[in-house]
């Protein structure tokens, strides 16, 4: 049991750390792929001209 508990503890912090700055990053690259979006509509506007 104290082998099991000493497992939980010394994986449970990356694991955790690692699902915190995957969401992180999920959000950021949410906003970069409407920012590249908007900047490719902005660029096909100029290309009409």
């Known amino acids: 049991m104290d082998v ?9 912090f990356p694991v955790v750390i690692s699902v915190y700055l995957l969401v992180r990053l999920e959000g950021k690259l949410d906003q ?15 290309s009409i001209r």
């Open 4 to 12: 099991l508990f000493q497992n939980i503890l010394e994986q449970g």
């Open 32 to 46: 970069l792929e409407s920012t590249l979006t908007d900047l490719k509509i902005e660029i096909s506007k100029l």
